[in-house]
Nanobody, 121 residues
Framework: QVQLVESGGGLVQTGGSLRLSCAAS????????MGWFRRAPGKAREFVAG????????YASEALKGRFTISEDNAKNTMYLQMNSPKPEDTAVYCC??????????????WGRGAQVSVCS
């Protein structure tokens, strides 16, 4: 099985920065893709950023792309989400997700337990 473990969450002030990490273990390979989702209080879980089947970084919106940066370290099987100047509305539980690579589509099958990110003014 694949296991995903998030780390790096916590409290951050508006204008600060935070980096989330997601370490993958198990049957991961070059055919494995990872991404980030989040669930804010009172809202449904939404996609934040991730890597597509062709290893291209994608973001939920241009606004997020300007503040968040997704990256990966294949040698460590670890994915990162750099959050620069987060806003209070970014407060949420951030979950790492994984899937097998398939051309043109991604079915998120594996999930981490989540990491709380709280942004205060």
């Amino acid at each position: 099985q694949v296991q995903l473990v998030e780390s790096g969450g916590g409290l951050v002030q508006t204008g600060g920065s935070l980096r989330l990490s997601c370490a993958a273990s198990g049957r991961t390979s070059t055919n494995f893709v990872m991404g980030w989702f989040r669930r804010a209080p009172g809202k449904a879980r939404e996609f934040v950023a991730g890597f597509t089947w062709d290893d291209t970084a994608t973001y939920a919106s241009e606004a997020l792309k300007g503040r968040f940066t997704i990256s990966e370290d294949n040698a460590k099987n670890t994915m990162y989400l750099q959050m620069n100047s987060p806003k209070p509305e970014d407060t949420a539980v951030y979950c790492c997700a994984g899937a097998e690579k398939v051309a043109g589509a991604t079915t998120w099958r594996y999930w981490g337990r989540g990491a709380q990110v709280s942004v205060c003014s």
